[in-house]
């Protein structure tokens, strides 16, 4: 569904009135093309602290300029350093003089310490006080450029490049106010960066359309054999989408009985396994609780969190995962604001939030990292059908003024999967342009 409102106040005539009467002006948001450079334009670093010598190591390794300029691309700051909350004045100091230069998409990105990890009250509150600085100046920066926080382990510098790749990049377009933790894990060696995922094998749940169909393209052009998973009536658009990534299809209703036993047969014997589990796969059946029906409620939950989680519990349980395994779960904003008329889709997408934030520490010995991302207002199907004044309303009420694209979630999901990303476990990254919602 084309956004007109955008392309109306881009179009000459469209900006005057949009700036003179004060309305939001959202800007088309420089994303991923291949081939494109990560950064588009230097990087302004600035802090000090345990970080500031890999930051400047890796952005170097991976072909970003840092050094002064009129207008930097982005702005990295080492926040690590900052122990108590007087040294919080050193974030005014660097950001006040150069925030507004920051070029169109931009990035804002501050490293800091864990608050949970500090070493006493003073620097856990300075710390802690850095993710309402983050999400503040993702509300100001403006001009699709995004903010986000990434708490960085002791001992996880070397866990950090995929991560600072993705969040400096166009794949992290529609991702801003954001706060990541990264922790210490072991980080293979990456032959190409254009197919991170070369060698490994996907499930992606509901990969028949929008966004499924997304993220199964791709971990596909990230190298990955994706097999592609959705109902059987569903079958002839499975075909279609599986037949383009190069990968193979899988005709399966999640909620059956014995789907965790069917699904681990079927990749243990033509895959000896599976390395990235995307349970995309997901239904709304809206009503007030006080009208919902019992086949309403239990069809919702069945899908949405059961099957996922007896999936999970089975393929651990049975080694179907390998050794270096991703989950991700698609969860909702809807479930972490809550949204009237969802009783039953908010529980199943906090219940994806809690899978997530609970497994995560039991995986670690594996090693496996399972993450959950919560996608705001997408530009699918789904939400074209919705009546016209909700969906302006949906679209518009985030930093980016925008609905985002299914891509945008398949690229976040993307970078969960990357080998890189081994310390980023038990997060919930949302993909809502920083919505104001549950924010
Ligand atoms: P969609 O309805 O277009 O696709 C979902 C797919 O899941 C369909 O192909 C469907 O056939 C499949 N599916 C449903 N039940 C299944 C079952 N029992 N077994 C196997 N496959 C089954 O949805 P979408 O908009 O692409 O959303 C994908 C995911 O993202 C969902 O989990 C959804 O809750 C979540 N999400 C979407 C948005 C959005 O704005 N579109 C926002 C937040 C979260």
Redesign the pocket.
């Known amino acids: 569904m084309a956004d007109l409102y955008q392309q109306f106040v881009s179009s000459g005539p469209g900006k005057a009135v949009a700036q003179r009467l004060g309305l939001p002006r959202p800007v088309r948001l420089r994303r991923y093309e291949p081939g494109q450079p990560i950064a588009a334009g230097p990087v302004l670093l600035g802090g000090h602290g345990r970080l500031l010598s890999t930051l400047t190591k890796t952005l170097e390794a991976i072909g970003i300029e840092t050094a002064d300029s009129a207008s930097p691309y982005g702005l990295v700051f080492d926040a690590t350093g900052i122990i108590a909350p007087e040294q919080l004045r050193e974030l005014y100091d660097f950001f006040h003089p150069v925030v507004r230069s920051v070029r169109p998409s931009g990035r804002v990105l501050v490293l800091g310490t864990a608050p949970e990890s500090t070493e006493n009250v003073a620097e856990a509150v300075a710390q802690r006080a850095l993710e309402g600085f983050v999400r503040s100046l993702g509300k100001e920066v403006g001009r699709g450029a995004t903010a986000q926080l990434i708490y960085v382990a002791e001992g996880a510098e070397d866990a950090l490049e995929s991560t600072l790749r993705f969040f400096l990049s166009g794949k992290s377009a529609y991702v801003s106010g954001q706060v990541v933790r990264v922790g210490v894990a072991e980080i293979p060696q990456v032959q190409d960066h254009d197919r991170p995922l070369a060698g490994k094998v996907a499930l992606v ?9 997304a993220i199964a393209k791709t971990l596909a052009r990230d190298g990955a054999h994706v097999v592609c ?3 059987p ?2 079958g002839e ?2 075909s279609r989408v599986a037949n383009a990534v190069g990968g193979s299809s899988l005709q ?4 059956a009985e014995k ?1 965790p036993a069917a699904l681990a047969e079927h990749l243990s014997t033509r895959h000896q396994g599976v390395d990235i589990v995307v ?6 059946r809206d009503k007030t609780l006080a009208r919902m029906s019992e086949a309403q409620w239990d069809s919702v939950l ?3 969190v059961v ?1 996922p989680a007896r999936i999970n519990d089975h393929f651990v349980e049975h080694q179907v995962l390998r050794t270096g395994g991703r989950i991700v779960g ?5 479930g972490i604001a809550g949204n009237a008329g969802q009783t039953n ?1 908010g529980a199943t ?1 906090a219940g994806v939030i809690g899978l997530a934030q609970t497994l995560a520490p039991r995986l670690h010995s594996l090693p496996a990292t399972i993450n959950a991302v ?10 074209a059908s919705m009546p016209v004044t909700v969906r302006e309303v949906g679209r518009r009420l985030n930093s980016l003024a925008q609905g ?1 694209l ?1 891509i945008d ?1 398949a690229e976040t999901i993307a970078w969960l999967a990357h080998p890189g990303s081994a310390g980023v476990s038990g997060c919930v990254v949302r993909v809502c342009g920083q919505s104001l919602l549950g924010a």
């Open positions: 749940t509901g990969a028949s359309r929008g966004i499924g169909a998973l959705d109902v009536a569903q658009d499975l399966l209703d999640i909620t789907a349970h995309n796969a997901g239904i709304i069945a899908v949405n099957a698609l969860a909702s904003i809807a889709y997408k919560a996608p705001g207002f997408i530009e699918t199907k789904m939400t985002g299914p979630v």
